[in-house]
C-alpha cells in the first residue's frame, strides 16, 4: 500500500512473526555486520533495498506537507474507501470476499472452479 505516501521508501507494515518475515529478507554481507545485532532491531532486513538514498527527506517532507492528522484522515478515508469497494464486491454473484476487511485491503475471488479464472 501506499499509505505513507512514499512508495517503496516508507509504508505502513503489519505483520504476525517478524523473525518469519525477515528471513525471507536478510542480506548480511561481511561488511554490514555489527556487534548489536542480536540486541537492536536491524529494520535493512524488512526491505528489498540495501542504501538509504533520501527515505528520511521524503518520509520528512511528508509529515511537513500533511501533519500527523493529515496522515490520519488519509489513511481513515482508505480505509472508508476498502469498506465501499467491499460492498461492491459483496454485490456481485460472482465475486466472494474471502477476508474479514478492517483496513485498507480487500480481498477477492471469482466464485467457481479454477477454469473460470484461466478464461
Aim: glycine share 6%.
Amino acid at each position: 500500500n501506499k499509505w505513507m505516501l512514499v512508495s517503496f521508501d516508507c509504508s505502513c507494515m503489519w505483520v504476525k512473526d517478524k523473525h518469519k518475515f525477515t528471513q525471507g529478507m536478510i542480506v548480511d554481507p561481511l561488511y554490514l555486520q555489527h556487534s548489536n545485532s542480536d540486541t537492536a532491531i536491524d529494520y535493512r532486513h524488512w526491505g528489498v533495498p540495501l542504501s538509504r538514498r533520501f527515505r528520511a527527506l521524503k518520509l520528512w517532507f511528508t509529515i511537513r506537507s500533511y501533519g500527523v492528522s493529515g496522515l490520519q484522515d488519509y489513511i481513515r478515508n482508505h480505509c472508508r474507501l476498502a469498506k465501499v469497494f467491499e460492498s461492491k464486491v459483496l454485490k456481485d454473484s460472482r465475486f466472494q470476499v474471502v477476508n474479514e476487511v478492517k483496513v485498507g485491503l480487500v480481498c477477492f475471488k471469482l466464485k467457481g472452479s479454477n477454469e473460470l479464472n484461466r478464461k
